[in-house]
């Protein structure tokens, strides 16, 4: 088992470069699509695979004001407001948003009001939202993933802890352990994926508390 210090051990310098290198990586990946493989779901109901690149590409270049402009678009809905963005934005040729997922690569610039790592987490988990329905792999790092866990476990924005309250949640590959209750158990990708609301995450976990994680997974996720 790798000991990353449960998932705080990385300095912002070496999670830039993680996230660096992860868009970098993603951006590899899809140079190997077909078409086809463009219009096909994500793991995200109602988002397909074009349309979560174009939401990769837009967080580093959102603003203030662009994100106030899209919910007053939205209504203030959030939601509506992100998928409605990545739809206009996913129009553009698919080799312009590779280039400009590669060109964002060495940003530091993140959504307005985020943390310094959510932008590792978002990397990590978005690449799997393309790469599973696509039965592409595209592994995560467990150091990186234990990182990303760690802010997605304090990350408001997606309710993270509800999905294991009463519950605690370990990693089998890493030393990463979080709450308290009824075990469930699982390697750090996995958990990560959970805490982000993916239910393919969730059926890989195992123990006393996986019923009720099926429970708190069954709706839709938000990229």
């Given amino acids: 088992m790798e000991d990353v210090a449960s998932g705080r051990a990385m300095s912002p310098l070496t999670v830039r470069f ?3 290198r992860e ?4 951006a590899a990946m899809l140079d190997e699509l077909a078409p086809a493989e463009w219009e096909q779901p994500s793991l995200c109901e109602g988002w397909r695979v074009r349309d979560v690149v174009a939401h990769v590409v837009l967080g580093p270049r959102m603003t203030i004001s662009g994100l106030l402009i899209d919910l007053a678009r939205a ?12 739809r206009r934005k996913a129009e553009e040729p698919t080799a312009l948003l590779v280039a400009e997922l590669r060109a964002a690569a060495d ?8 943390s310094p790592r959510d932008p590792l987490a978002g990397i990590l988990v978005h690449g799997q939202d393309i790469a599973i329905p696509l039965r592409r792999s595209l592994p995560m790092p467990i150091a990186d993933a234990a990182v990303a866990a760690s802010r ?13 309250r009463g519950l605690r949640v370990e990693a089998t590959d890493v030393d990463w352990a979080r709450g ?3 075990l469930v158990r699982g390697p750090i990708d996995a958990i990560l994926l959970t805490l982000a609301g993916r239910g393919v995450g969730g059926a ?11 429970e708190r997974l069954d709706g ?3 990229p």
């Avoid at 868009?23 to 993603?26: D, Q």
């Avoid at 209504?75 to 990545?86: H, K, N, P, V």
């Avoid at 940003?107 to 985020?114: G, H, I, M």
């Avoid at 997605?152 to 294991?164: E, G």
């Fill in 75 to 86: 209504r203030g809905d959030f939601r509506r407001a992100t998928l409605d963005a990545a």
């Fill in 220 to 222: 839709p996720c938000r």
């Fill in 18 to 20: 993680a996230v660096h």
């Fill in 180 to 182: 308290r209750g009824e």
């Fill in 204 to 214: 890989r976990m195992e123990g006393p508390g996986v019923a009720l994680i099926a």
């Fill in 107 to 114: 940003s530091n610039r993140r959504v307005p009001f985020t």
């Fill in 23 to 26: 868009r970098l990586r993603l």
């Fill in 152 to 164: 997605m476990w304090q990350n408001p924005l997606y309710a993270s802890r509800k999905r294991f």
